[in-house]
């Protein structure tokens, strides 16, 4: 089992940059693919972006493509969403999420465990 812990979110302008963190409880972090997916107002929830459990390959939403980025630090158990050229679209609650072997990176379905979120908001 995991526990996992958003930090990072907050209110920045069209045009600028956050750093999420995700840091993940017990020995196993390594074990784990990782994910990140947000879920704005009155909407499903949304893939952003994953990463396979050695950090090797990423997976990310073509809406963020070239914008974000996704990397772990498997000796730290953290998982990180750098972003930048933040939209107004892209306003949402960000969460981390855990799977031994999803099937999808993609679908939230996929993951079994959750942080409990963290808000971004981007306006001016």
């Known amino acids: 089992q995991v526990e996992l812990v958003e930090s990072g979110g907050g209110l920045v302008q069209p045009g600028g940059s956050l750093r999420l963190s995700c840091a993940a409880s017990?020995?196993?972090?390594?074990?784990?693919?990782m994910a990140w997916f947000r879920q704005a107002p009155g909407t499903q929830r949304q893939f952003v972006a994953a990463?396979?459990?050695?950090?090797?390959?990423?997976y990310y939403a073509d809406s963020v493509k070239g914008r974000f980025t996704i990397s772990r630090d498997n000796a730290k158990n953290t998982v990180y969403l750098q972003m930048n050229s933040l939209k107004p679209e892209d306003t949402a609650v960000y969460y981390c999420?855990?799977?031994?072997?999803?099937?999808?990176?993609?679908?939230?379905?996929?993951?079994?465990?959750w942080g409990q979120g963290t808000q971004v908001t981007v306006s001016s």
């Open positions: 999420a855990a799977s031994i072997f999803p099937s999808d990176y993609s679908s939230h379905h996929d993951y079994s465990y």
């Open positions: 017990g020995q196993t972090f390594n074990r784990y693919a």
């Open positions: 990463v396979t459990s050695s950090g090797t390959n990423k």
